[in-house]
């Protein structure tokens, strides 16, 4: 039967502990991987929303850089159907299928071995199995790697940012031929829908006033701030995410709401989002420019 890796000491409720996984500096030996290890990684989230794949999509690459040998396996299709096709549906967004979701953000990626079945492994590890540090605000891609024998100096010399793999047929005919950006105005969560209070992201937006950009937001940008910003616009609605990601990748910059759409093409486009939250946590990414919403700046 297959078994996730969870360790009795990290499985805690949130009224005993608001972080997941273990101290770094209580890590035992038997956590971390031996250096020449040639073995299987079968790996898998816990929670299936794009950004969701998005955040540890560079974690493959990441491992194989600290380890040549090891072989990675992600979760098939299949497998996250049959496995949490009963919980599923909560990370849906619009008429998007969650289970596509590791398809998009993994497809072409050259460090994937593999894509498991039921039954394929008896050991699968998952988002769970994480090393945390002082700092809070530490990316969840980073913590994991922690978590199998990484060091903080490897985290400084191995870029473990999201990465996307596009092949030479994912070219969408652009609507506008030279330099743009890109506007996110949009939340999967129910209750951060709408616009939010973006005066201080407005700010840092005016460097790029009447750059034509491609957009996608929840509310009419017409007679707003964005508007006078940015009066050339294209709707990126029509195109399927994956062709968004294109689009976005390729971005002078991606300016708006915290969202794994942007996260996910973070590592190729100047970021500024505006995040709701006091403490990014988990969901950070280094190289992000990240404004809260009482105007202040945080960006490892």
Not at 101 to 116: A, C, E, G, L, S
Request: with cysteine; hydrophobic share 35%.
């Amino acid at each position: 039967m297959i078994q996730f890796k969870l360790y009795k000491d990290q499985i805690r409720t949130l009224g005993e502990v608001d972080r997941l996984g273990l101290p770094y500096d209580k890590l035992e030996p038997q956590y971390a991987l031996d250096k020449d290890y040639s073995g299987w990684f079968s790996f898998t989230r816990l929670c299936f929303s794009l950004g969701d794949w998005a955040v540890i999509s560079g974690l493959p690459e990441a491992l194989k850089i600290k380890y040549p040998k090891i072989k990675i396996a992600l979760p098939s299709r299949k497998y996250i159907e049959q496995i949490f096709g009963h919980i599923i549906d909560q990370w849906s967004y619009g008429s998007n299928n969650p289970l596509d979701y590791i398809d998009t953000v993994f497809k072409n990626n050259p460090h994937i071995d593999y894509r498991f079945n039921p039954g394929d492994f008896d050991i699968i590890f998952t988002d769970h199995d994480r090393a945390y540090t002082d700092d809070i605000n530490v990316s969840l891609v980073e913590q994991i790697l922690l978590r199998f024998g990484l060091t903080p100096e490897d985290l400084n010399k191995i870029d473990s940012r999201p990465n996307l793999y596009f092949d030479k047929d994912e070219n969408p005919n652009p609507e506008i031929k030279d330099e743009y950006g890109c506007l996110l105005f949009a939340s999967r969560i129910d209750k951060l829908k709408g616009r939010w209070d973006d005066k201080n992201l407005i700010k840092e937006a005016r460097k790029y006033k009447d750059t034509p950009v491609y957009y996608y937001s929840e509310f009419d940008l017409n007679n707003t701030e964005w508007d006078e910003l940015f009066p050339v616009r294209y709707n990126l609605a029509k195109l399927s995410l994956r062709e968004q990601l294109v689009i976005k990748s390729r971005a002078k910059f991606n300016i708006g709401y915290q969202a794994g759409i942007n996260d996910a093409v973070s590592r190729f486009s100047n970021n500024i989002v505006l995040t709701p939250y006091d403490d990014i946590k988990e969901n950070i990414i280094r190289g992000v420019n990240y404004i809260h919403l009482n105007g202040k700046k945080t960006k490892i």
